[in-house]
């Protein structure tokens, strides 16, 4: 990311622009900055002008307190009118129920797509899960135990104690907790954990929602009703992809989208 641009609340935005076409702005998940964002972004390149930014409280962009949703909607603007206003966007994670929030308020955008937004309606003791969560992350980060906030994250995630005892002595681990702070952002965005319908319901512009094949049902479901609840949505599901998707797989699928 070698630009900058400054959105409405004064927070500085890293942000970085590659290939030609149609603008999409990428929008990483949960402990993730744009540089994540940036091997879809090459698989873009060829159809696309595909911009990706560190979402505010991680990697190169600035932090403002307080914290709301509505100043994320304004970032997605900021780097929008940066890159010349027209821009499509696409959320990966929570990244997508950013997505979901920015196309909902009005923000101009083209298109919308989003990968495996994790709605827990569908899992088994889902609500119960994300109200124990957020009650754990906020009691973790506002004592200022970051490690013990990522370990929060990467077992809702999924991870077994032994991985995550692993990720904790790797090289890695010291970056992991510098943006931990930022979870506390993709747990207001995400809500309750569960699908916003009258939000997803006042999307006006073309929905794309993709889904794993190899992922879980509960997942994969959300996605499906993503689409059925957006006026203009479209469902689809990449075979033998889970929640880490492959961008040579993802990217072409999406530059169909944004290109059509």
């Known amino acids: 990311m070698d630009k900058k641009t400054t959105s409405r609340d004064g927070t500085s935005l890293a942000y970085g622009v590659t290939g030609q076409g149609p603008t999409v702005i990428l929008v990483s998940g949960a402990m993730s900055t744009g540089g994540t964002m940036a091997p879809l972004a090459q698989r873009l390149a060829d159809r696309c002008t595909a911009v990706v930014y560190d979402r505010r409280g991680r990697g190169r962009s600035g932090d403002t307190a307080p914290y709301a949703v509505a100043r994320e909607v304004e970032d997605l603007a900021a780097v929008a009118d940066a890159v010349g206003g027209d821009a499509a966007l696409f959320g990966v994670s929570s990244g997508g129920a950013l997505v979901l929030h920015a196309a909902a308020s009005g923000l101009p955008v083209r298109r919308a797509a989003v990968y495996e937004v994790p709605y827990a309606d569908h899992l088994a003791g889902g609500a119960a899960r994300e109200a124990a969560y957020k009650e754990q992350l906020d009691d973790a980060l506002a004592e200022g135990r970051h490690g013990d906030a990522v370990e929060l994250f990467l077992r809702l995630a999924g991870l077994g104690e032994e991985m995550i005892e692993g990720a904790r002595q790797s090289p890695m681990w010291a970056g992991m907790e510098a943006v931990a702070p930022s979870l506390a952002h993709d747990d207001t965005v995400m809500g309750d954990g569960l699908l916003p319908r009258d939000l997803v319901a006042a999307v006006p512009v073309p929905v794309l929602s993709v ?50």
């Open 211 to 260: 889904a794993g094949g190899a992922s879980p049902e509960w997942m994969r479901t959300a996605s499906r009703e993503i689409a059925e609840t957006a006026p203009r949505g479209t469902h689809r599901v990449l075979p033998d992809q889970t929640h880490m998707v492959e961008p040579e797989v993802l990217g072409p699928v999406l530059a169909e989208f944004f290109t059509g």
